[in-house]
């Protein structure tokens, strides 16, 4: 891949992140502001694989998009429901 | 609606700060100082072909020790928070698709996060990012809703083993080199193969297993009590 492809990736995941932040302020459900985060920490695992840091990548994946996503959720089932 | 538009504000500012260095981060080619001392040594000091694990295991593996008490003492907090507060909300059973999911695939997510953290010094990746897919295939099991009964016990073991193993190897260049985990105390074989690079596999192995265990942890303190909800 070249250079000036790989900058627009990047442009586009930045954008697609910027995005997703500001619709998972907007959301009424707190369920669906949970996934759009979730989504966030992927595209930022997607940001750090681009600028050839794939061990953050990897930790971003797992952690950011997995593990905090899911314990939103738990923490969502806790206090029961909606905001 | 005020804390939507100040939300937003801020979210757009953060941004631009953000997007602002990425630029200059690009574009500097030059390094200074110990970069360039990493870069030119890195691989002949420690026998690590991957100069961010001879870094963060060998040259500041004081400081990953400190990352892996701060995370220590993160995880105990929320067990401890976890235990204390009352229970609200019922959980409910999880679907065929993410039942059918947890049994098949933690299996094939532990064996890549084990992968990763045995080639950390050959590849990208170590005991920290292994150590994570480990915990995450862990969650995936959770996820499934199956009871782990024992599970909080041999954490804790697994946890205490590895604090100890990575205590121990810093301490055994200290007392053969008189440097805390000088990773030349094992023969650093040759550069590029897995059994190589002195102790830092075996580091990055009890990094991993500290990790996986402590992550696993304040997973399952989630889902203790009882809260296990069968699948039907």
Redesign the interface.
Known sequence: MTASLLAAV?CVT?LM??VA??AS??VKKLISAIIIVGFVSLSASVLFFL?HA???A??EA??GA??ST??FL?GR?????EE | MIRSITGMIIVLALAAAVFSVIPYNGVTEELHGAGSYYAENGVADTGSINLVTSVVVAYRGLDTLGEVVVLFSASTAVVLILSLVPMGGKPTAPSQIVQTTARILPGAITLFGIYIVTHGHLSPGGGFPGGAVVASAFLLVLLGSRSLPGAAGMLTAVESLAGLAFGLLGFWGVYVMGQFLNSRVLPGGSPGQLISAGIIPLVSLAIGAKVASELSGVFASYRSKGETVEPD
């Not at chain 1, 089932?77 to 429901?81: K, L, P, Q």
């Open positions: 990047a930045g992140m910027i932040g500001i302020l907007l600028m794939p061990d953050v990897i930790t797992s952690i997995a593990a899911v314990i738990w089932a806790r206090i029961g429901g």
